[in-house]
């Protein structure tokens, strides 16, 4: 079983619109959780960092929030520009990781029709 | 400032054979990583570099990958020989030193697509 599952695996919705992804992980303790996004033929990009204490992080119009009591994480995307088409990976990096290692969940594909 | 610069962007070789990627970090970033992305799934890291020195290579499949860092600048990966299930995009990523309690950015190339027939 993966340590970071993150549903939908496929998301398509009209320009203008809301959505929330969600992201369920196992990696306990964890230093910090990260939402990237990764357009077509790209490198992944940050969007947002979040420290075990924080409840949620903003970037313009993505919003994360973190709940580490039931270990979920979610991204919302407000007013949806067709630019936000991509894939969002949901990253968590384990405390006991001295190396900076960092864990990927699948990602969920948001595909952003006019 | 300029980006981690990866290249070739594409590359179609046959199994069997050998190819070799190769990564420029941002400059004065000392941590240099090799992530593997199969379609449809997240980034796996293969190998972590600190400046000249092999940090995490537990997930390198060592009997056909290899990978140096020259001067703990750019670095290179090699596949020999590939087989069909390499075929994946191959990330260079790098990062500053962490620093004691705070989370540290990680920052992508663009990636090299492979391909094996």
């Known amino acids: 079983k993966n340590q970071v599952e993150q549903s939908p695996q496929s998301l398509i919705i009209l320009e203008g619109k809301n959505c929330t992804l969600q992201?369920?992980?196992?990696?306990?303790?964890?230093?910090?959780l990260r939402w990237y996004k990764q357009d077509t033929g790209r490198g992944p990009v940050s969007l947002t960092i979040?420290?075990?204490?924080?409840n949620t992080k903003s970037n313009g119009r993505y919003t994360a929030t973190l709940d580490a009591d039931t270990k979920q994480s979610s991204l919302h995307i407000t007013a949806s520009q067709l630019s936000d088409s991509a894939s969002y990976i949901c990253?968590?990096?384990?405390?006991?990781?001295?190396?900076?290692?960092?864990?990927f969940g699948q990602g969920t594909t948001l595909q952003v029709k006019p | 400032e300029a980006g981690v610069a990866q290249s070739p962007r594409y590359k179609i070789i046959e199994k069997r054979q050998s190819v070799a990627f190769w990564c420029n970090p941002i400059s004065g970033h000392a941590t240099l990583y090799w992530y593997q992305q199969i379609l449809g799934q997240g980034p796996k890291l293969l190998i972590q570099?600190?400046?000249?020195?092999?940090?995490?290579d537990s997930q390198l499949p060592k009997d056909r990958f290899s990978a140096e860092r020259l001067k703990g600048v750019d670095s290179t990966l090699k596949i020999q020989p590939a087989k069909l299930e390499d075929s994946a995009v191959y990330l260079c990523?790098?990062?500053?030193?962490?620093?004691?309690?705070?989370?540290?950015?990680?920052?992508f190339g663009p990636g090299t697509r492979l391909t094996v027939t």
């Open positions: 992201c369920n992980y196992t990696v306990s303790p964890f230093s910090n």
């Open positions: 570099f600190q400046n000249n020195g092999v940090v995490d």
């Open positions: 990523a790098s990062s500053l030193v962490r620093r004691a309690g705070g989370p540290y950015e990680q920052y």
């Open positions: 979040m420290t075990f204490s924080e």
């Open positions: 990253v968590v990096s384990p405390a006991s990781s001295n190396t900076g290692k960092l864990i």
